[in-house]
């Protein structure tokens, strides 16, 4: 391995921001560990990896939701490297619906992948990038993480524990070279959407016309005003480049627009412009 190549960890990479992040990052001289929960999800990696030839890119199987196949993917690495220079946790679904449709358990299982997951890499990359007195933690959250969104809570609270994890570290890990970085998009055009899960039961009829309507108008939201995963990656690949980066970077024209009407309004006059451009979305204005 080159003196200049850096090794990095990126979950979630069968599609969207997880495998663009692996391809951009192996583009630039990274040694890259792309994890999969499966292994038979990785055919699209695959495909970029045979077309682009990137052999500094290997494809790994990594459930962040089980202690056991985190560290020995961590351990394995750290054995084939000496290190481990970067970290981005990317992995993750999102579960939609009214708070009085979803279960506790739907909670817990949104927290198990968009927070525990996570804290599951942290911890198991942490003793190895102290030795080395240097890392770059990158979590990928986004702008539920800093706004709360109806109909979308769990994702929303998952997001919100993410970057209060981020913050905390920042003031624990300074001092360290060890830099964590939360990246916030809005809309991405990924098979996130897709992906959503759904209340398994409704407590009314409207409650589920409702939810039916959502998952509609969010597909066309998706179209309409989303940003590529390859613009998300490019952005993580540009923080990695900074020496003293920020504590969180915004990304995409929504995203900034709709912090910084936050900063100008009290939470009160914010919620009310939300709420009637959510209801404008819903109706599909």
Known sequence: MSDLQKVAIVTGCSSGIGLQTSIKLA????????????????HNLDHLIQDKNLTNIHVIELDISKDDSVNNAVSNIIQENGQIDVLVNNAGYGVMGHIEDLSVQEFTEQFQTGFFGPL?????????????????????????????????????????????????????????????????????????????????????????????????????????AGISASEVAQKILDVLGEDNPKVRYAVGDMAHALLDDKKLKTDEEFEDSFIKTFEQAMNGE
Do not use: H, W
């Not at 990274?30 to 499966?38: D, E, H, I, Q």
């Open 27 to 42: 583009e630039n001289n990274y040694v890259v560990y792309a994890g999969l929960r499966s292994l038979s999800s990785s």
């Open 120 to 224: 599951r890499m942290i911890k198991a990359v942490l003793p190895q990038m102290k030795k080395q007195n240097s890392g770059r933690i990158v979590n990928v959250s986004a702008i539920v993480g800093r706004i709360g969104v109806q109909f979308a809570s769990p994702l929303s609270c998952s997001k919100f524990a993410l970057e209060g994890l981020s913050e905390s570290m920042r003031y624990e890990l300074r001092g360290t070279g060890i830099i964590t970085t939360v990246i916030e998009p809005a809309i991405v055009k990924t098979r996130f959407n897709q992906n959503m899960k759904y209340p398994e039961k409704f407590t009314s009829e409207e409650n589920k016309q409702l939810t039916k309507k959502m998952k509609t108008q969010a597909e066309k939201m998706v179209d309409r």
